[in-house]
């Protein structure tokens, strides 16, 4: 397929720089979109084939293949244990559990990610507390988070966001010099590296989504990893009777499983995780080519971001080089923005000028989840007060300022292009469209 716009030399780049803005009735600087350099998942006859022999054998809710797929992942992981689960979300909640959230426990997370990296706690009996994020990683702060420890804290939720590494090793240390559990957040960052290490792999359990827009992407799925036997099979006890009677051998599950006659365990709290075997199936094929996918993306996205090195207003996030950190699928890319630069343009106009020269942005982050009427007002077990004040038996709301950085970041982060494949032209083209704009932001903001 021919690249849509041709861009040879840096003269040519300069002429799309030097034109009018399209948003101000100039030409685009991508006048032709390529969607085929975005979609995902790639999908082969290959995977077809092995989802649709699920279908036919009608083995959705078996294991087999299943487990083959928790095998492989666990190898690819680094981890001892791999436990699939029918979604991200149910992976987190059975993290949580594996490290023994419960009633009045205390789990320390971002606010500024998606809501299922924390808030399950509230249905073990638990409650978030929310910590700031670092304005460079995006993630959470380690700075941060020692202060909000107490007596009753069980866990801190690290997510890798956007496919950036934490910066584990200050969590580690905090987490162990207080005796709490770190459950890692991988659904922006399968395969992505903290200095060498894979994510994942790096604190005391993980949890990551593998549904249809994620990175590793296979439909509704999720997986929880760990090294630690008694986490595997508290979160097997919790969320995967059927295996239960197979898998468990610490004394303190033996409930589950221990009333003869029954066929099975029961679980511990009534979750089914089970994940449908046709994700399975099209994990075990998307696995198989999944580093070869997500090094294209590497080269692409470092590619795009080498471009707009020397571009006002805009940086990429992304880890130093040779710091051995890796950003893995590149998962909803982001970068930041410093409109001091740029004139005070507010991002929302830099994000829609850049949309009409056809260079595809968006508000990329989350909305932080503090201030939500959920994590304020809702009185979800009918305990005749806030939820979170009930179950953390002291008022832990936190209210507009107490997390700056994450309060603030909507207006300082944009979403960019996710490139799927290297290709150079092309990727030149889309790069334009954001230092074209950022040349031009005067003109922006004299009209704003
Ligand atoms: C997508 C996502 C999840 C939840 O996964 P699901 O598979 O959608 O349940 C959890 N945490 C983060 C950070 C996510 O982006």
């Known amino acids: 397929m021919s690249p849509a716009i041709e861009i040879s030399s840096s003269n040519e780049l300069s002429a799309i720089c030097a034109a009018d803005l399209a948003i101000l009735g ?49 190898k690819y992981q680094g981890t001892r244990y791999a436990l699939a689960h029918c979604n991200g979300t149910a992976a987190l909640l059975s993290a949580m ?35 700031d994020i670092d ?34 090793g200050p969590i580690m240390a905090i987490a162990n010099r207080h005796g709490v559990k ?23 359990v993980s949890g990551m989504s593998m549904m249809a827009k994620k990175s590793f992407a296979i439909g509704e799925a999720g ?16 969320a995967h009777y059927e295996r239960a009677k197979e898998e468990i051998t610490f004394p303190s599950l033996r409930p589950v499983v221990a009333a003869d006659g029954f066929p099975t365990g029961l679980p511990l709290g009534g979750i089914k995780g089970r994940i449908n075997q046709t994700c399975s199936a099209m994990g075990l094929t998307q696995l198989a080519t999944y ?17 707009l090195e020397d ?22 890319p982001v970068g930041h923005y410093a409109p001091e630069e740029l004139g005070g343009l507010p991002v929302e106009k830099f994000v829609e000028a850049v949309n009409a020269e056809g260079g595809r942005s968006g508000r990329g982050v989350n909305f932080p989840m503090h201030l939500h009427p959920v994590l304020n007002e809702a009185d ?38 996710w490139f799927k494949y290297d290709r150079p032209e092309s990727i030149a083209g889309y790069a334009a469209a954001f230092r074209k704009v950022a040349l031009h932001a005067g003109e922006l903001t004299r009209r704003a």
């Open 26 to 74: 100039g030409p685009k600087a991508v006048p032709q979109d390529e969607p085929d350099l975005f979609h995902w998942p790639i999908v082969t006859a290959e995977d077809e084939r092995a989802v649709v022999e699920v279908l036919r054998e009608g083995s959705m809710s078996d294991l087999s293949v299943t487990r083959r797929f928790e095998g492989e992942w666990a």
């Open 311 to 332: 571009c006002p207003g805009i940086r990429p996030h992304r880890p130093e080089k040779g710091s051995g950190s890796t950003m893995g699928g590149w998962y909803n």
């Open 182 to 204: 770190v459950i890692e957040d991988v659904s922006h960052a399968h395969g992505a590296l903290y200095k060498g290490r894979m994510c994942g792999a790096l604190g005391h």
């Open 223 to 238: 997986m929880l990893c760990t090294d630690d036997r008694e986490i595997y099979e508290r979160a097997v006890a919790f």
């Open 97 to 131: 559990f594996g490290v023994g959230v419960g009633r009045g426990d205390e789990v320390i997370c971002p606010s500024l990610t998606y809501w299922a990296s924390g808030l399950q706690a509230m249905s073990l009996g638990a409650t978030p507390v929310f910590a």
């Open 135 to 168: 304005p460079r990683t995006l993630c959470i702060d380690p700075n941060d988070i020692e202060r909000r420890i107490t007596g009753r804290t069980k866990a801190i939720v690290v997510v890798h966001y956007c496919g950036h590494p934490a910066d584990m």
């Open 291 to 307: 580093p070869q996918r997500i090094a294209a993306i590497q080269d692409a996205m470092n590619r795009f971001w080498d471009l």
């Open 380 to 417: 979800v077990y009918h305990d005749g007060r806030p939820t979170r004040v009930a179950f953390a038996d002291r008022d832990v709301r936190q209210g507009p300022g107490s997390l700056p950085v994450s309060e603030r970041v909507g207006q300082r982060a944009f979403g960019v292009p």
